[in-house]
């Protein structure tokens, strides 16, 4: 895996949720606009520890959507709960992430 990779940021509604159009627009715009030659997805930006496991995994399947096989993705499924890490692993692994990070 080479060339540069962002870190993508979460995206969020006035509510606190998820906003699929915010997360597929940033991907739009690091692959079209930085082009960037893949992405870290739920990293190193800091908010993935403090999600619930279905908003993680609302922002894996919309930034996945959103890339559509453009670039390389990289799925960070740390957490402090193992039974999550596996069930975050399953869940990027059957969107056809190319990495996971733990």
Known sequence: MRGI???LLGAFDEG????????QGLVRHNIEYCQVDGLYVNGSTGENFLLTTEAKKQIFSYAAEAAQGEVRMIA???SNI???V???A???TALGYDAISA
Request: aromatic share 8%; hydrophobic share 40%; charged share 20%.
């Open 5 to 7: 990779y962002s870190a």
């Open 90 to 92: 399953a869940h990027v």
């Open 86 to 88: 596996f069930e975050l």
């Open 76 to 78: 960070h499924v740390g």
């Open 16 to 23: 606190g949720k998820v906003s699929k159009q915010g997360v």
């Open 82 to 84: 193992m039974e999550e």
